[in-house]
């Protein structure tokens, strides 16, 4: 399970993307994290954000949702309702977004939470996502913590047992930036 230093050292995740994604995207911040949000199912943590950069991009330059950005093509119809900025769809995906736009009390259940919970993610109903949800807040409180905080250093926590390095989109748009800058 995660330990207090765990969640000092991974929890502060959320927080620090939101304020990230409101100092870089201003008023279109709300929308920036439905983009990502959308686009990050069973997709790694750099390509998500070099995904939703570029879709955020080009319909800010052309107006155009240009779908053949997306990673996968499940992805398309939340891409549309994210520049619609209509609600999106699927557990995973909204609460995601509500975690990035600053909502912390939500908690994100996604194939590493599973894991961390030893819950095949194929068996993830709307009732089983709600019980995990409920152990996140619990594990929270426990340890004196926002449930986000908490379900960040799991998350981390898990991908690292795996063998990963710990990842972020904060690091990500860092990788991104640099990219650019080498380009030009």
Avoid at 9 to 26: D, I, K, N
Avoid at 73 to 86: D, G, M, Q, S, Y
Avoid at 143 to 148: A, K, S, T, V
């Amino acid at each position: 399970m995660v330990t207090k230093l765990d969640i000092k050292r991974y929890g502060g995740w959320y927080h620090r993307a939101h304020e990230r994604l409101v100092r870089e995207f201003g008023e279109d911040a709300d929308l920036f994290a439905d983009v990502l949000a959308a686009t990050s199912p069973r997709v790694s943590v750099k390509k998500n954000w070099r995904a939703a950069c570029r879709l955020y991009e080009k319909w800010r330059a052309d107006g155009v949702v240009a779908l053949w950005l997306a990673p996968m093509k499940t992805h398309h119809p939340n891409v549309i309702r994210a520049f619609n900025r209509e609600p999106l769809s699927g557990p995973k995906v909204q609460r995601f977004a509500a975690n990035l736009k600053g909502d912390f009390n939500v908690v994100t259940i996604d194939v590493w939470m599973c894991k961390y919970f030893d819950v095949e993610h194929q068996r993830l109903s709307k009732s089983l996502y709600r019980e995990l949800e409920r152990k996140v807040k619990d594990c929270a409180r426990k340890h004196g913590c926002e449930p986000c905080e908490y379900q960040a250093a799991a998350w981390t926590v898990t991908r690292l047992k795996a063998g990963f390095k710990p990842s972020s989109f904060l690091s990500a748009a860092e990788d991104d930036r640099q990219m650019r800058w080498e380009w030009a």
